[in-house]
């Protein structure tokens, strides 16, 4: 099981950045994928859900200016954000879980600046 993490970047405030999760091992249609993020000397903190049966769930603080979504016959969950704030920068993490186990991506580093 593995998870690449892509699409990072250097975006000024209001542009956006698509973020993709590309699954191997298993098939993301299966088990939720969930997308968290890390800004410097902050915790990690859950950014978008997208569930096994297909739901989608979002913290406050991303929705409106998010979306998750699955492409199954691509076997990816991507993050397309718009409207980027400065406090959107971080470092971007896609999550599995398919018990009894949870796999990490590596991260895709966010950098939203003018």
């Known amino acids: 099981v593995q998870l690449q993490a892509s699409g990072g970047g250097l975006v000024q405030p209001g542009g956006s950045l698509r973020l993709s999760c590309a699954a191997s091992g298993f098939s993301v249609d299966y088990y939720a ?7 410097p000397g902050k915790e990690r903190e859950l950014v978008a859900t997208f569930t096994s049966g297909g739901n989608t769930i979002y913290a406050s603080s991303v929705k409106g200016r998010f979306t998750i979504s699955r492409d199954n016959a691509k076997n990816t969950v991507n993050l397309q954000m718009d409207s980027l704030k400065l406090e959107d920068t971080a470092v971007y993490y896609c999550k599995a879980n398919i018990p009894p186990r949870v796999y990490w991506g590596q991260g895709t580093q966010v950098t939203v600046s003018s």
């Open 33 to 39: 994928i969930t997308w968290f993020r890390q800004a």
